[in-house]
Every structure is written in structure tokens, then in C-alpha cells.
């Protein structure tokens, strides 16, 4: 099945009939966005949010979590998972965005082109190309596709691309194929039809709202026959 941008924008359309509107998380700082997201990685949006929500309630400035012992930090964003690798990755972004902009802000992305941006964010300690994305879609509100493993598995089973292609390589493969407009959503979709139909173990095709769509479902539903 031949892979276009009027398959793409019939997926898409597909999906905002299924699941509704399809508006990303909005966010207005762009600092709490990165140290969120490097706080969601490998755990669920839920711990994530519990994860942050007690690191500002723990330390009440950013001066004050990178003045804290890494153990310290580790201790408050524990419910986030692997915390003790996350807290240094988190005081060493603060300690670089301090060195660079004097002051822990990253207002200054907004004055930024897209490429300018991603390139500052991808600088920063531990920041790739998903936290990057997301941060540019969700605080800067730019056309951006975030790859996570539930987009990465949707766009692999609908034939964007290949089920080996890198992190790196999915985000250039998917911004290049998705027209801009519908980026932020298309990602918003991916991730409702991962986590509720298309599910890493056996898939629910029998009720994709794109199934006509894809060329892997018809395969799945044939091994159960």
C-alpha cells in the first residue's frame, strides 16, 4: 500500500471522526515542558505529572534543585521512575540553560526558527529528537511529530516506515511525509489509537477506524482465522 499525503490526510480525517478533536496538551513554559518530558520518559504521562508536580513542590525554584544533591532530586521525582539517571540529566539541562541564557528560561526559543530552535533544544544534555519535538509542539506550538514508541509502532504498522528505523530517522521520515498543518494532531491520534486499539501485543483491528487503510491489519486478522 503506497505511502502518500492523501493516504496521510485520510488518516487523519479517520481518526478526528473516532476520537474527536485531536488538540495536543498546551503548555505555556517551555523549561517546564523539557524537564517534564525528560520526567515522562519510560513511564506513563500520569507518573510523569505526579513525578513533576512534586519537584516544584520539593524545590520551589530551578535555582534550588540545582543547588540540591542528585540524591535529593532523585528522592522527588522517585514516582517518575528511573530517577536516579533523571535527576542528574535534569540538573545538568538547568546548569546548561543557566550557562547560556543567564537566567532558567528558554523564552527565547520563541523568537526562534523551527530548525533554530530544535537545534538549541537537541544541545542541551540528554534532550533528543522526541523531546525536542515535543517541546516545540506543545510550548512553542510548532508544527512538530514526536515520536514516541506508540506513534513509532502506529506509523510502522501503517507502512510510514520501516520497524527498524531509528528514533532520529522516524522523526525526519514523518515530518518530511505529514503536511505541517496536521502534524501536532496526526501525533494526538497516533497515540489514542496505540494506546486503545492499536496496542503493542495483539491489536484490536477488528475496531480501527482506519483498518481499510492499513496494510497490516488485514495480516493480523487472517492469522486469526
Avoid at 525536542?132 to 504498522?157: E, N, Q, S, Y
Wanted: glycine share 6%.
Amino acid at each position: 500500500m503506497a505511502v502518500d499525503r492523501r493516504r496521510v490526510r485520510a488518516i487523519h480525517r479517520r481518526l478526528e471522526r473516532h476520537f474527536g478533536e485531536l488538540l495536543p496538551p498546551r503548555r505555556g513554559d517551555p523549561l517546564d515542558e523539557l524537564i517534564l518530558t525528560v520526567l515522562s520518559q519510560h513511564t506513563s504521562d500520569v507518573n510523569a505529572e505526579r513525578a513533576f508536580e512534586s519537584i516544584r513542590r520539593s524545590f520551589p525554584t530551578w535555582e534550588d534543585v540545582l543547588r540540591a544533591r542528585p540524591e535529593e532530586v532523585a528522592d522527588a521525582i522517585r514516582s517518575g521512575g528511573l530517577a536516579n539517571t533523571k535527576a542528574p540529566r535534569i540538573q545538568a539541562i538547568l546548569r546548561e540553560v543557566r550557562e547560556i541564557e543567564g537566567r532558567f528560561d528558554l523564552s527565547s526559543l520563541r523568537q526562534m526558527s523551527d530548525r533554530e530552535a530544535n537545534e538549541y533544544l537537541s544541545s542541551l544534555p540528554g534532550v533528543g529528537p522526541k523531546t525536542a519535538a515535543v517541546v516545540l509542539a506543545f510550548a512553542l506550538g510548532r508544527d512538530a511529530l514526536p515520536v514516541d514508541t506508540h506513534v513509532h509502532r502506529v506509523a510502522t504498522r501503517l507502512g510510514f516506515i520501516d520497524a527498524r528505523t531509528s528514533a532520529e530517522k522516524a522523526h525526519r521520515v514523518l515530518e518530511e511525509l505529514v503536511p505541517a498543518e496536521i502534524r501536532v494532531p496526526l501525533h494526538v491520534g497516533f497515540i489514542r489509537l496505540g494506546r486503545e486499539i492499536c496496542k503493542a501485543g495483539r491489536p484490536l483491528c477488528e475496531h480501527c477506524p482506519v483498518f481499510e487503510l492499513c496494510p497490516t491489519g488485514p495480516m493480523v486478522l487472517a492469522q486469526l482465522d
